[in-house]
């Protein structure tokens, strides 16, 4: 088995529970994930299966998801599983919220919630948070805020859309725009409908899983592909390079990372190099299809 699954994650079990569950359901051991999602989270959650474990790295990075947040209490975790503040009744419209979402488009820095799975000496913070000890403190990260639409505002809690790049907490953003209307604000639920070329409507339920669910890495992998004619994909299958025509120059730049396929299979992961030969695209990573 070789590929990629879209998994529809339900709320209250982990990312590793899925993985977990979904060993027993394929027989096979080497699956992992993209872009992890907390227990009170759901929706898109990558999946890769065998060899495309080593493939991971060249999903596209953005993701969307739909939030929900409460206003009138802060939260240890940033959402409703944490410890709350005393309540304070909002006090602001709906063209205030709006004036506070424009502060969170474009790149942005965040500072990752205390209860989170970045590591500080060795030992993930949400293990120092549960344990009591002393927070050691986290530098803020620079991440980027394609889009922020607010798709509902009513009962002192909104619903927004957030469409942002790798590494973004969602949490994050719901506590700072609580901090500024000056009433607190945590993440009540949260739901990812896509992750690069995975879309919530494409999921699968992992009950429903099987073999048949595997995706071909072509179609989700974001790279820029080229079609090898059979002597090159020999040449390619024992990590040799191919050289590419002189017309190919503007399409692939230096530098550029390409899917190497061969009858609609991946083959390979290249990169084009240019040297006295000409254009030449190096195997950056060889396909190990089980």
Same mark, same amino acid.
């Not at 002393?134 to 619903?159: C, N, W, Y």
């Not at 020999?234 to 530098?255: P, S, T």
């Not at 990372?257 to 030449?280: D, P, Q, R, T, W």
């Given at each position: 088995?070789?590929?990629?699954?879209?998994?529809?994650?339900?709320?209250?079990?982990?990312?590793?529970?899925?993985?977990?569950?979904?060993?027993?359901?394929?027989?096979?051991?080497?699956?992992?994930?993209?872009?992890?999602?907390?227990?009170?989270?759901?929706?898109?959650?990558?999946?890769?299966?065998?060899?495309?474990?080593?493939?991971?790295?060249?999903?596209?990075?953005?993701?969307?998801?739909?939030?929900?947040?409460?206003?009138?209490?802060?939260?240890?975790?940033?959402?409703?599983?944490?410890?709350?503040?005393?309540?304070?009744?909002?006090?602001?419209?709906?063209?205030?919220?709006?004036?506070?979402?424009?502060?969170?488009?474009?790149?942005?820095?965040?500072?990752?919630?205390?209860?989170?799975?970045? /590591? &500080?000496?060795?030992?993930? +913070?949400?293990? %120092? =948070?549960?344990? !009591?000890?002393?927070?050691?403190?986290? $530098?803020?990260?620079?991440?980027?805020?394609?889009?922020?639409?607010?798709?509902?505002?009513?009962?002192?809690?909104?619903?927004?859309?957030?469409?942002?790049?790798?590494?973004?907490?969602?949490?994050?953003?719901?506590?700072?725009?609580?901090?500024?209307?000056?009433?607190?604000?945590?993440?009540?639920?949260?739901?990812?409908?896509?992750?690069?070329?995975?879309?919530?409507?494409?999921?699968?339920?992992?009950?429903?899983?099987?073999?048949?669910?595997?995706?071909?890495?072509?179609?989700?992998?974001?790279?820029?592909?080229?079609?090898?004619?059979?002597?090159?994909?020999?040449?390619?299958?024992?990590?040799?390079?191919?050289?590419?025509?002189?017309?190919?120059?503007?399409?692939?730049?230096?530098?550029? /990372? &390409?899917?190497?396929?061969? +009858?609609?299979? %991946? =083959?390979?992961? !290249?990169?084009?190099?240019?040297?006295? $030969?000409?254009?030449?695209?190096?195997?950056?990573?060889?396909?190990?299809?089980?």
């Amino acid at each position: 088995m070789f590929g990629f699954i879209n998994v529809k994650k339900p709320k209250g079990i982990t990312s590793f529970d899925v993985i977990y569950k979904l060993r027993k359901i394929l027989k096979i051991k080497k699956i992992g994930h993209s872009g992890t999602l907390d227990p009170l989270a759901s929706g898109v959650l990558p999946i890769a299966v065998g060899g495309a474990t080593r493939l991971i790295e060249y999903l596209s990075d953005d993701k969307k998801y739909v939030a929900t947040i409460k206003f009138g209490q802060s939260s240890t975790t940033y959402d409703e599983e944490g410890e709350k503040t005393e309540f304070v009744e909002p006090d602001f419209t709906e063209a205030d919220l709006l004036g506070a979402l424009e502060d969170f488009q474009g790149p942005i820095l965040q500072k990752p919630p205390a209860y989170s799975a970045i /590591k &500080i000496g060795g030992q993930k +913070l949400y293990n %120092l =948070a549960r344990k !009591g000890a002393q927070m050691p403190e986290v $530098a803020k990260r620079e991440v980027t805020v394609h889009d922020i639409k607010l798709l509902g505002f009513q009962s002192g809690q909104a619903e927004i859309e957030v469409h942002c790049s790798a590494g973004t907490y969602i949490r994050s953003i719901a506590n700072d725009i609580g901090e500024k209307l000056g009433c607190g604000a945590y993440l009540a639920d949260l739901s990812r409908t896509s992750a690069g070329r995975f879309e919530i409507e494409d999921t699968v339920e992992i009950e429903d899983v099987s073999e048949g669910s595997i995706l071909n890495p072509l179609d989700v992998l974001v790279l820029p592909r080229y079609e090898l004619s059979e002597e090159e994909f020999l040449r390619v299958k024992n990590g040799n390079f191919i050289k590419l025509e002189a017309r190919l120059e503007e399409k692939f730049q230096a530098g550029t /990372k &390409i899917s190497l396929a061969y +009858l609609n299979k %991946l =083959a390979a992961i !290249g990169v084009v190099f240019y040297n006295e $030969a000409g254009i030449i695209i190096k195997v950056e990573k060889g396909v190990s299809v089980e």
